[in-house]
């Protein structure tokens, strides 16, 4: 697959010593990377929330697990919406010194960096780590409207109903890839289908 | 002298055609018998009597027309003008720019009168006459942006300039050759290029973009861009692209000369006085191939590049559908003669 000028460049969570306070946003996928990253700092983990989307059949094994990062606080959210509406919440009244940590799939870390830019929160100020799903946001260009997770390529939209290629172009703004029209040139005939999440 | 201006359609019954003086100013891109993408960038200087870089900002016949496909375009979509909250200054940059060109070059068309920050504007072929205050939003009708582009031909971008880089932080996008503002607001030069092919590995963007960052205020520069559009539609967007796309596949021999169009971009860019921002105008010229084998040196020529394009380029322009078709049809004006160097005709 070519390279994606426009698509954003994912990193590694290494909690910095010197934050006052750590904001951790992440998906289940994103929990093993952050029981990496801040393992054997208990310092850090003293100050620092984690606010984690939960899927309904996560609940078996989740108390021990949760319980062994030994955060300052854990919330549960039951949905990427959720979890975002805190999210702009917590940038909004986020002292001077705090750090933002984002784990999960490109669709999550797409939305949540798009919302931490908006509330002017970039650079040194967050860390990503990309884990689980690679399926891509994807913004059906005609609608406007916006899927999650998109792993083939073309897709039907979920709003208007077209067929859409996804294009090999991202945008920040959006925290979205760009979908068009696959039969417009010959109505009913589809390319064969791509992953795109590879 | 007075433009006649002409009553014509951009859609649904393409009425749009020009005329034999319009022919002869079209800003035909190719100065020899080939083409790949190349850093194209000039002075943007006066040019000669008549022809579409006579002045810095052309109007020509076409004014009212494309001013009225404009509002339908944003009526029916009003994310094709969009401006991030940093760029009110360059707004007003872009408006005066606009007016003062539009004033001093076409004088019997349109009049601006200052006095200190109290400004009147007249704007006779649209019927508009508005007095304001310079740098008060509140005085206008509209953003300075969207009010003044509503009345100049051509599409606009702003582009902020921070961290060595261009941003494309406000503009007004409604005749361009597929692809989207409300996409690309945000992005910088090196992101909003990216789907182009071959360009980014030959080091065409990275040598554009260091020159742009130096540009200079009173010494614009300009380039010329190309495609094709069947029929005369300015607004070929991608959000209306499975509108318009099936058009790619009307073309048959006996219609090329009426359907298929050579679709040239002037591109100009500004350094602006008060924001240090940079105004890029991407003027849209149709031509029908009818109209340019009428230049036999065009014809010849056109012939050739379009037969020799590089096959990555002819598919990101969208010309697969048709090119056959369309070149088969140009080699019936090519007799093989050489063609003289330059973009003039003979
Ligand atoms: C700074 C102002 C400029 C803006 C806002 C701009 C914008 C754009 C956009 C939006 C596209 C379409 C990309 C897509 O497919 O989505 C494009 C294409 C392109 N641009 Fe620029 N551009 C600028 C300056 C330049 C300059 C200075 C060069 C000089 C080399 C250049 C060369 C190109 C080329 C070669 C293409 C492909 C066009 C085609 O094959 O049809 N651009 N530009």
Redesign the interface.
Known sequence: MPV???RPVWGRLAPSPFARRHLVFCEVAGLGAVERAFAGTDSIRQRTSLNLIVPPDFAPARSERLDALGFEAVHEFPSVETVLVRLRVSLSQAAMGTLLYLAGGEAFLDQATCLAEACGVAGDGVQTEHCGSTGRRV?C??C?GMMADVTMSPVVCDHCG?HLTV????????GAF?G??AD????GVLPEPTRIDA | MTIPFKTETFRDDFTFSNSEAAIRRFPFPFDRDAYMYAVNIEQHMPGPAKSATEFPIDIDEHYVAEMADRDLVLKADP?RCQSLPHMMTAEWDLLELLMTSMARDYPEHFSLERSGREWHWINRPLGIDQRFTFEDPATLPLSPMEYITRQCQGDFCLLDQRDDNLWMDAGIVTTQADW?L??????NF??????VPLA?EIGVFERALKFLLNLQQGRPVRRLNWTMTINPRLDTS?????R???D??TVTPDNVGDKVHLRVELQALWRLPRSNAIVFSIRCYLIKMRELVTQPKWARRLHRVLRDLPGELADYKGLT?YRETTVAWLSKYDDGAPTSPGFHPD
Request: hydrophobic share 30%.
């Open positions: 994606v000028k426009s913004q260009v005609h406007k077209l294009r090999d172009h991202y945008s920040r703004r959006l760009q068009v029209c417009a040139e010959a109505p | 994310l989207s409300d996409f690309d607001l945000g992005m090196i992101e909003w290029h990216g789907p980014h991608p959000e209306n692209y499975h318009w796309g099936i790619r596949t559908n």
